[in-house]
């Protein structure tokens, strides 16, 4: 079965500061791992990433992959209010049958303090 | 812009109702997903479609159906709601062979 295993599972920090979030993973044949942000309603999507070593940037977040450790992290730098969310960790395998589908993990709700 | 337009935000229902949950996207995606999320437990896979009139069990379906008549919709069936199933549910959307999900808002339901 499938696993993906996010830590911590909350962080409170200030503005300014920078966090990094953890995400483990045990899955048959990896295709990919995506990074989603989660407010108040529909997740959207930060990163996908399929290659080892190849770091993912978009502003102040980034994120990297490590396939043979079997993690990934995600980094936010200068963390603002607007930054309080649940971060999501998911996985793209092939695990009992022949189509791919994404395991997720609980996610990291983070929350900015001004 | 693309989207996956859940019908309802917030839903109440009484124990033993049938309650059906819609799910429209619009982006002619063939694969279709059915999530709910609770606290501690995060996301977990309800039912999927892979196109019309298919569909295939998650990892939690009992208590729940599907249906799939046209490409863009896919609806989910609860045939006799219970407490245990208040919960956030989600919908998401992907062409085949991609591996990004499209989410809509979420419907949270909850059953009295």
């Known amino acids: 079965e499938d696993k993906v295993v996010q830590s911590p599972l909350s962080l409170v920090v200030h503005e300014g500061d920078t966090v990094t979030l953890n995400c483990s993973y045990e899955?048959?044949?990896?295709?990919?791992l995506l990074w989603y942000k989660q407010e108040k309603k529909a997740p959207t999507f930060l990163f996908m990433l399929?290659?080892?070593?190849i770091e993912k940037k978009s502003g102040r977040l980034s994120s990297i992959l490590d396939k043979k450790e079997l993690f990934s992290i995600l980094n936010i730098t200068a963390t603002q209010t607007g930054d309080s969310a649940v971060y999501l960790c998911?996985?793209?395998?092939?695990?009992?049958?022949?189509?791919?589908?994404?395991?997720f993990g609980k996610g990291t709700l983070l929350t900015v303090n001004p | 812009d693309v989207k996956v337009t859940q019908s309802s935000r917030y839903l109440v229902k009484r124990t033993g109702e049938k309650v059906f949950l819609e799910c429209v996207q619009d982006?002619?995606?063939?694969?279709m997903f059915w999530y709910r999320q609770d606290p501690g437990l995060g996301l977990r896979l309800i039912y999927f479609s892979y196109d019309v009139k298919m569909k295939e069990k998650g990892d939690i379906p009992e208590g729940y159906s599907v249906s799939r008549e046209k490409k863009e919709r896919f609806s989910l069936i609860l045939e006799s709601a219970s407490t245990n199933q208040t919960s956030m549910y989600l919908c998401?959307?992907?062409?085949?062979?991609?591996?990004?999900?499209?989410f809509g808002s979420g419907t949270r339901l909850t059953v009295v």
């Open positions: 982006m002619d995606h063939e694969n």
């Open positions: 998401a959307s992907r062409r085949t062979g991609r591996s990004i999900y499209t």
């Open positions: 399929t290659s080892s070593g």
């Open positions: 899955v048959t044949n990896f295709r990919s």
């Open positions: 998911a996985v793209s395998g092939q695990s009992g049958g022949s189509n791919y589908k994404l395991t």
